[in-house]
Structures are given as structure tokens and as C-alpha cells.
């Protein structure tokens, strides 16, 4: 009938000292493969323009991107929280701004993650350790600019530090430390 041609999907990690790049392409249903990675200066848009250029065949248009970046303004921070309700933005912000060096004008992203294995704690009630991660609006939208102006449509946007924590527990779960 009608099938679908796979597309490629880039990674696109960004801290203030690098980007790198890397395409994956689907080699069988459940196998990516790394097929080409780059490392860019982050004010090197020409670069990452014409890599993706070059690299992005399979198509015309937008390319999906599983996207990570590290704001300057973030914050992460483990508190003991008692909820006696599922959270919401206003009971939190007093808490990210005790810890924030300054407020951003257009707020906060704020997610909490339950900090033994990083899954959500959205509606959470009662004591529990939390870890708080609280990202500048301001920055998120600015990132994501960038992506749509390099033609990439990010499926998946991330706070790189807490995806490099998952990583290293992982790791250190996987050669019992």
C-alpha cells in the first residue's frame, strides 16, 4: 500500500563551548546507526548549515531532531518537598527562586523528576526527595529559534545535564559501582 521512506533524525547537543551533530539513520526496525557526527564552534552557523545540508538527503523540508542543550540560566537542585497536592507553578517558583541567581523576565520552565531514576513526579503527593530542574523561558525559545533556522523540527528537547546524569547512573548501574 503506501509506505513511508524513512527519514533521518539528527542528535543536536549544544553547550556554550561546542555543538555537535550526528545523523542517525533507521538501518532495520529497531537498529539506528550513527551514519555521520560533526563538532561545530557554537557561533559557526555557516558550518552547521551546511553539514546539515550536506548530510540531510532524504528529503526536502524539516528534519526531526532529538535536541540538547545547557541554558546559562538553569538550574538543578535535590530538595525534600511535602505536597499536599499535586504541584503546581505558583507553589514551586518560591522555591526555584531561593535558589536562582537571578528571575528571568518571562519566567520558568520547572519539571520535577523523582532523583533514584529520573521518571516524573507531575502529581505527586506527600514528602518526597525531588530533583527540580527550572530552565529561563527566555532560553528555551531562543534554542528552539535556532533549531527551526537550521531546519530542524526538535521532536525531543532536552536539559543535557540531567540526560548526562541518567547516562553516567546508568553506566555505573551496569558495571555494579
Known amino acids: 500500500m ?7 533524525t539528527i542528535l543536536y547537543h549544544t553547550t556554550p563551548n561546542f555543538v555537535r551533530v550526528a545523523r542517525l539513520d533507521r538501518a532495520e526496525s529497531d537498529l539506528l546507526t ?8 557554537p557561533d559557526d552557523h555557516e ?8 548530510e540531510i538527503t532524504d528529503g526536502n523540508g524539516w528534519v526531526a531532531g532529538i535536541c540538547g542543550f545547557n541554558p546559562i540560566g538553569a538550574i538543578i537542585f535535590r530538595e525534600d518537598v511535602l505536597f499536599r497536592e499535586a504541584p503546581r507553578a505558583d ?9 536562582a541567581r537571578n528571575q528571568p523576565e518571562e519566567g520558568w520552565s520547572i519539571g520535577l523528576l523523582n532523583p533514584a531514576n529520573g521518571t516524573s513526579l507531575a502529581s505527586v503527593t506527600g514528602n518526597h526527595p525531588v ?4 530552565i529561563p523561558r527566555a ?6 529559534r535556532q533549531l527551526i533556522g537550521f531546519g ?17 547512573i546508568h553506566y555505573l548501574s551496569l558495571i555494579h559501582i
Open 91 to 99: 507553589n514551586l517558583l518560591p522555591m526555584v527562586q531561593r535558589h
Open 131 to 134: 530533583l527540580v530542574s527550572a
Open 139 to 144: 532560553e528555551i525559545r531562543a534554542f528552539q
Open 152 to 168: 530542524v523540527r526538535p521532536r525531543q528537547l532536552e536539559l543535557s545535564t540531567l540526560s548526562t546524569l541518567a547516562a553516567i
Open 2 to 8: 503506501f509506505e513511508r521512506t524513512p527519514r533521518s
Open 47 to 54: 558550518g552547521i548549515t551546511a553539514w546539515l545540508a550536506q
Open 34 to 41: 550513527v551514519s555521520a557526527a560533526a563538532e561545530f564552534e
